[in-house]
């Protein structure tokens, strides 16, 4: 009888013990609410500044007190890095050493060369990003070369002659991306929540105009901006701490003075504006 009752209490410790070690499985960590899918066109003249402007993210995102999903499409063959990619920056913490780490998580490499000017190529891209992090906040950055509006006389668009007057915020080799046609192609896409642009002359109005409806705010110049284009080491570092929609606009406010009080602006007097998309057109009334 002895035995018996001691069989019986080692089953129940077993069982005890069984139970107490399920309960110590850890939870899932929290998964970032916050992508920013930057989209490089640089089959141009700025293809070099890819690798430099990365390095800085990567840079950033060490530093960064939260974690944000940074994606990037990179499409820089004339600077010799073969074929475009969609990938993801990711930080990781070793648990032996817990030092962090930069991870390149590939999402997409293209086995063909892609003209990243193709409104659909685009639209493709940003689709592909936000259905693989379908975050809280959403936003885009267009990386390329911009151009004002000029008169169609002095251009050749896509090598034809050009009927209108144009506005581009992208230029692969010799295919550039209008203005409408960046609208048509985020038309097709979720609705972000702000578009950074890396251009020149892309933070005018006309673009936000442009733009009300496929996003809530754009930030960018309204002149011309250097190859070396944004401050990415502390950029992207305060973007990272935008985990809301309600955070959008006082984060992107902090980018602006960010930007303001960096070697950038002091020594090159750039002019970095924010503009809300939907009210835009206030700017065209007369009283």
């Known amino acids: 009888m002895k035995y018996l009752y ?14 107490n070690h399920h309960n110590d499985i850890p939870e899932p960590e929290p998964q970032p609410t916050h992508t920013l899918l930057v989209y490089m066109a640089g089959d141009n003249s700025l293809s070099d500044f890819c690798k430099t402007n990365i390095r800085l993210m990567k840079d950033a995102l060490m530093d960064a007190t939260e974690d944000m999903n940074l994606v990037i499409y990179k499409d820089n063959r004339a600077s010799g890095d073969g074929l475009p990619s969609l990938f993801q920056l990711k930080r990781t913490i070793d648990k032996k050493t817990h030092i962090a780490k930069i991870d390149t998580v590939y999402l997409e490499q293209y086995n063909t060369e892609l003209n990243s ?7 493709d891209i940003v689709n592909k990003t936000f259905s693989t992090f379908n975050t809280e906040v959403k ?7 911009g151009l004002s509006w000029i008169p169609s006389s002095n251009f050749r668009f896509n090598g034809k002659p050009n009927t209108r007057g144009v506005k581009y915020v992208g230029q692969d080799d010799n295919h550039y991306m209008e203005l409408w046609d ?15 642009f890396d251009a020149c002359f892309a933070g005018m109005a006309e673009v936000a105009n442009e733009l009300d409806g496929v996003c809530d705010y754009i930030y960018g110049p309204i002149t011309e901006i250097m190859g070396f284009g944004f401050p990415y080491n502390s950029m992207v570092r305060i973007l990272s701490d935008c985990q809301r929609k309600s955070d959008v606009r006082k984060t992107l406010t902090n980018c602006v003075i960010d930007f303001s009080q960096s ?18 057109n206030n700017l065209a009334k007369y009283p």
């Not at 000017?117 to 639209?123: G, I, S, T």
């Not at 936003?139 to 070369?145: K, M, N, P, R, Y």
């Open 6 to 19: 001691n069989l019986v209490a080692c089953i129940f410790l077993l069982c005890a013990t069984a139970c």
């Open 117 to 123: 000017c193709d409104p659909k190529v685009l639209m």
């Open 139 to 145: 936003g885009l950055e267009i990386w390329s070369h």
């Open 182 to 196: 960046l609208r048509t192609a985020l038309e097709g896409c979720p609705r972000l929540d702000y578009i950074l």
């Open 263 to 280: 070697d950038l602006f002091r020594q090159n007097g750039y002019t970095i504006t924010l503009l809300e998309t939907a009210k835009a």
